[in-house]
């Protein structure tokens, strides 16, 4: 069953036991089709108005992001949307609409010290830097090298002057022994979720890559539960569907030191609560999840965590 769409055996018999047979189909046909890119527009540098007339001048046909009053889908174009002027200026930032949501539920304030954990190639990195109107501090953090390259360009691209960008893993950063008043956590991952773009993965990916990542994500999660305030923010996000990486992970918080809060996403679909015959906290309804066929974006997973003590 399913044959016809190249995928490892193992992962559409998950599918089939997580969502049935016909949401398996529909995923899986999503999966076939291009995903439609967007931008978000940055305010630092442009208004929203301006920004659109000048792309509109050049024959792109936008349409507005559900969640994001500055994000918008390229629904037309007669060239690449990342090959203007504008992009080059930094006016605006190509990006998945599921990755503008973890940003917009962090709700950082100009003047917080906020935490970027795993944040190249930076483009969380600069929606924060956007919410904050360049004031606070953001330390962003990440253990690939050739990635920070591209972030340290994206910062500058962009405009951004109040991000400290350090070549950390999570555990160096944690020995900073800075107090953070929120942080975010786009996890390393499976990249389940992003086989809409990264067609190989549906091959490649094997189960323990759900078990690796499962327990490396709840030891980032305690490194950043180590290095945040009182009451502060975590938000939690993953370009996953693999309940393993997401729900789990959530539930591993939730036993020690974290409440889940509501998100403010309406659009995103609930985290699962029960999978593969087992039930699990009914607190994990409050997770958000996003898929292509339902929301037009890749898979996408979002949690948001306070520190309770």
Request: glycine share 6%.
């Amino acid at each position: 069953m399913f044959e016809e769409y190249g995928y490892a055996d193992f992962l559409i018999e998950r599918y089939i036991k997580l969502f049935g047979k016909d949401e398996t189909r529909k995923l899986l046909e999503a999966n076939e089709k291009p995903l439609k890119k967007a931008i978000r527009i940055n305010t630092l540098k442009i208004s929203v108005k301006d920004c659109l007339s000048r792309l509109e001048k050049k024959g792109f046909v936008l349409s507005q992001v559900p969640w994001c009053e500055y994000g918008f889908i390229v629904e037309k174009g007669r060239f690449s949307i990342g090959a203007t002027t504008e992009f080059l200026l930094g006016y605006y930032y190509v990006q998945d609409q599921a990755s503008m949501v973890p940003a917009i539920e962090l709700d950082p304030k100009p003047g917080e010290l906020v935490a970027d954990i795993a944040s190249a190639p930076g483009g969380k990195t600069t929606h924060l830097a956007q919410l904050m109107e360049n004031k606070g501090i953001i330390v962003a953090s990440d253990i690939n090298l050739n990635k920070m390259k591209e972030l340290r360009s994206n910062l500058q691209r962009c405009g951004i002057i109040n991000v400290l960008a350090l070549n950390y893993d999570a555990e160096t950063l944690s020995k900073l022994d800075i107090k953070f008043d929120k942080i975010l956590l786009d996890s390393p991952c499976s990249a389940e979720g992003a086989i809409i773009k990264i067609k190989e993965r549906r091959k490649t990916i094997k189960q323990g890559d759900f078990e690796y990542y499962s327990k490396k994500q709840k030891s980032m999660i305690d490194i950043a539960k180590s290095m945040i305030k009182k009451d502060g923010i975590l938000i939690y996000s993953t370009c996953a569907i693999a309940p393993e990486e997401n729900e789990l992970v959530v539930e591993h918080a939730l036993k020690d030191g974290f409440e889940l809060l509501e998100l403010s996403n309406k659009q995103c679909l609930p985290g699962l609560t029960e999978f593969f015959g087992k039930k699990h906290d009914k607190r994990l309804e409050k997770c958000g999840r996003f898929y292509p066929y339902t929301h037009g974006t890749q898979g996408f997973f979002v949690a948001k965590l306070r520190k309770t003590f």
